[in-house]
C-alpha cells in the first residue's frame, strides 16, 4: 500500500504536477501566515517580539515548520526555533514595512545550521498600517518531508476553524 504522506515524486511525475504542487504549499502557507498576521496578540507591538513569535509554536508544531517568528521594523526579531530575543539588519524589512506586500527569499544558507533554507514574509497590518512582519522559513530538504497538500489542507482547515482564524476563505485546489 502505498504511503499517503509522502511527498516524494513518484518516478516520472511531470513537471508541471510537481510545479503546481510547489505554488499550492506556498499559498497554503500564505493563507496561515496571513491569517497569524491579524491576531491581536501578533499585531500588538507592545507585546515582545519573542512573546508574539512563542504564541505562533502550535503552527510551527502542527504543520511541521521549522521556524515561525517576527520581526519589527527596527530589526528585533525573535523565533520558535531560537526563543530569544536577536537584532538584524536586512533589507526586505524596509521594503515591506514600505510596500506592505508579502514576499518570498531566494534560497540562502541557515546561519544556525548552514542548511539551504526559503523564508515567506507576511507584513502584519493594524489600522492599515504594517506594524511588523511574521515570516515562516522552512528549509529545502523539509519540503520532500512535507505531508502532500490535500492532506495539509484539510488540516489547515480544521486548525483554523479551531484557533478561529476565519478571516479569508481556505482554498481546496481540486486534482
Known amino acids: 500500500m502505498p504511503d499517503t504522506f509522502s511527498s516524494r515524486p513518484r518516478p516520472g511525475t511531470p513537471p508541471k504536477v510537481l510545479a503546481d504542487n510547489l505554488t499550492s504549499r506556498l499559498e497554503a502557507t500564505y493563507n496561515l501566515l496571513e491569517g497569524m498576521s491579524k491576531q491581536p496578540l501578533i499585531q500588538d507591538t507592545g507585546v515582545s517580539v519573542m512573546d508574539r513569535a512563542m504564541s505562533m509554536k ?8 521549522w521556524m515561525i517568528g517576527v520581526v519589527d521594523p527596527d530589526g528585533t526579531i525573535s523565533s520558535t526555533l531560537r526563543p530569544k530575543i536577536g537584532k538584524v539588519e536586512r533589507d526586505y524589512i524596509p521594503r515591506i514595512m514600505c ?3 508579502r514576499e518570498l ?9 548552514d542548511e539551504m533554507i526559503f523564508t515567506q514574509f507576511m507584513p502584519v497590518k493594524k489600522d492599515g498600517k504594517v506594524v511588523s512582519i ?3 522559513s522552512i528549509p529545502l530538504t ?19 476553524w479551531t484557533v478561529g482564524i476565519r478571516s479569508s476563505p481556505i482554498r481546496t485546489p481540486v486534482n
Open 99 to 101: 510596500t506592505g506586500t
Open 105 to 113: 527569499s531566494d534560497p540562502f544558507s541557515a546561519g544556525a545550521t
Open 134 to 136: 511574521c515570516f515562516v
Open 58 to 65: 502550535t503552527y510551527a508544531d502542527a504543520f511541521k515548520f
Open 142 to 160: 523539509h519540503m520532500s518531508r512535507l505531508p502532500p497538500f490535500r492532506a495539509r489542507t484539510e488540516t489547515v482547515i480544521f486548525f483554523c
